[in-house]
């Protein structure tokens, strides 16, 4: 009775773990937005066809590139993904999300948001994050 009991234990606790870390993939296999808590994170909601969200797609490719390993940079299109809008509350797009380490909102900023910007916000958060090493300054 009690190796029953205690393999039916066993049995449950494995099926929590493995819901929980199912969690933290995307269903293409990809770490999901909320499972990068390791770094900082600026979330981008916005759409492909929206004008200051196609103004804002250098900007965030150029963040992704040259602050690797400093903070995270995820984009998400509400026009295709309309639950990610509400999950988030957008209100208008794009919208910016800042949020710590610790997975926890610090700021939101609404409309496009210059690259300068970006950076002094992560600074007036506390964020100090080191120059890039090879930024091409044209």
Known sequence: MKF??????????????????????????????????????LVDLGAGKCIPCKMMKPILDELT?????????V?????????EGEKYGIQMIPTQIFYGADGKELARHEG????????????SLGVELKEPANTDKR
């Not at 029953?4 to 269903?27: E, Q």
């Not at 998400?76 to 993904?81: S, Y």
């Open 75 to 83: 984009f998400i299109d509400v026009w295709e993904k309309r639950e």
């Open 4 to 41: 029953t009991s205690l393999f039916c234990s066993l049995l449950v606790t494995c099926a929590c773990l493995s819901f929980v870390a199912a969690g933290l993939h995307a269903a293409d296999g990809s770490p999901s937005p909320e499972a990068k808590a390791a770094l900082p994170r």
């Open 112 to 123: 496009f948001f210059a690259k300068k910007d970006i950076l002094a916000k992560w600074k």
């Open 65 to 73: 590139k040259e602050y690797a390993g400093q903070f995270d940079v």
